[in-house]
Structure formats: structure tokens, C-alpha cells
């Protein structure tokens, strides 16, 4: 290996890449071993607690915390580390986000089904049995729907505020 493949190498260790928790240049496979220990202790992680957690004698256990100290700087187990958790933490949020939107493929299927039966039941009514109370309350509720639907509610001051709708159905549509 030249100087130049060297520095090269020294450059990309330093400037951390993304995946920084992988084994860098010059690592050997003992100090990467004790990193995977260190990284994968969790959040709360210290060298004490990742030494402690590796079955041994207490002359033992001291030789080692020096030893992972020395490779903790040398090979920025820290930073590495906290890489490691972001990349787990963005793994997480993109699961949340598919689970979200699975789940919201499955409400809008149900709210389509759901639509059509109070549609099957709008087209059997006769507009004779309705009284104007009935007439405002659907009005009111529709247009509540409707916002709803689109993301709005009114809020307690009158004014139009970002919302997740709210279903609720009339005893007339019950066991349908």
C-alpha cells in the first residue's frame, strides 16, 4: 500500500461514512469484535458497561477497559456508535411509516365499503320520511365529513384546524 492509498484511507476513516460502524482501515478483527460489543450494548452504552457484560475475571475485565479505551479513541467507537443508532432509528421510522401506510390503504378500503352501504341506504329512503331536522343534521354532518376528509375541522374558535377525522354513525345504520 502506498502513502497515497494510506491517507486516502485515513481521509474516508475520518470523515466518518454512513456506515461508519463497519470495520474501518487498519481495524483488526480483535478491536472491531469489541466495537460490535460496545455498539450493540444500546443507547446507553460506556466501555465499563460493555467490558462488564463480556464474561471474565476482574484482572481481566481491568486489562480489557484499557484495552477498549485505547481502541475506543483510536478507532472513534463513539461516533461510530451514535451513527450505528441513527441508522437504526431511520430503519425504524421508515417500518412506521410502511405500517402507517398499509394501515391507511385498509381504512380507506373499509370507508369505501362503508360509503357504499350508506349510499345503498340514502337510495331506499324516501325524502317524504325525512323532517327538516333530519335534513340539517345530515347537512351538518356532511359537511363536517367532508373537512374531515380533507383534513380540517373547525375548531372551538370557529376557525378551520388540521384534524384526523372521526367516524360516527346514526342508529339508523346499525346491523347494516
Given at each position: 500500500m502506498t502513502e497515497i492509498d494510506k491517507a486516502v484511507?485515513?481521509?474516508?476513516?475520518?470523515?466518518l461514512p454512513f456506515e461508519s460502524w463497519e470495520k474501518v482501515a487498519g481495524e483488526k478483527a480483535e478491536p472491531f469484535a469489541a466495537f460490535c460489543v460496545f455498539r450493540d450494548y444500546g443507547p446507553e452504552r460506556s466501555i465499563r458497561k460493555a467490558v462488564d457484560s463480556v464474561e471474565q475475571g476482574e484482572a481481566e475485565r481491568e486489562r480489557k477497559h484499557r484495552k477498549?479505551?485505547?481502541?475506543?479513541?483510536?478507532?472513534?467507537?463513539r461516533e461510530?456508535?451514535?451513527?450505528?443508532?441513527?441508522?437504526?432509528?431511520k430503519l425504524k421510522q421508515t417500518e412506521v411509516r410502511k405500517t402507517i401506510e398499509a394501515q391507511g390503504e385498509v381504512h380507506r378500503e373499509i370507508t369505501g365499503k362503508m360509503l357504499r352501504v350508506v349510499g345503498k341506504k340514502l337510495d331506499t329512503m324516501n325524502a317524504e320520511d325525512l323532517t327538516?331536522?333530519?335534513?340539517?343534521?345530515?347537512?351538518?354532518?356532511a359537511?363536517?365529513?367532508?373537512?374531515?376528509?380533507a383534513g380540517l375541522a373547525m375548531g372551538k374558535d370557529g376557525k378551520a384546524e388540521m384534524k384526523q377525522g372521526e367516524l360516527n354513525f346514526a342508529p339508523d345504520f346499525q346491523g347494516l
Open positions: 484511507d485515513e481521509a474516508k476513516a475520518a470523515a477498549w479505551r485505547n481502541w475506543s479513541a483510536l478507532f472513534r467507537w461510530r456508535a451514535e451513527n450505528y443508532d441513527q441508522y437504526r432509528e327538516q331536522n333530519n335534513v340539517t343534521e345530515w347537512a351538518v354532518a359537511i363536517k365529513m367532508e373537512r374531515e376528509a
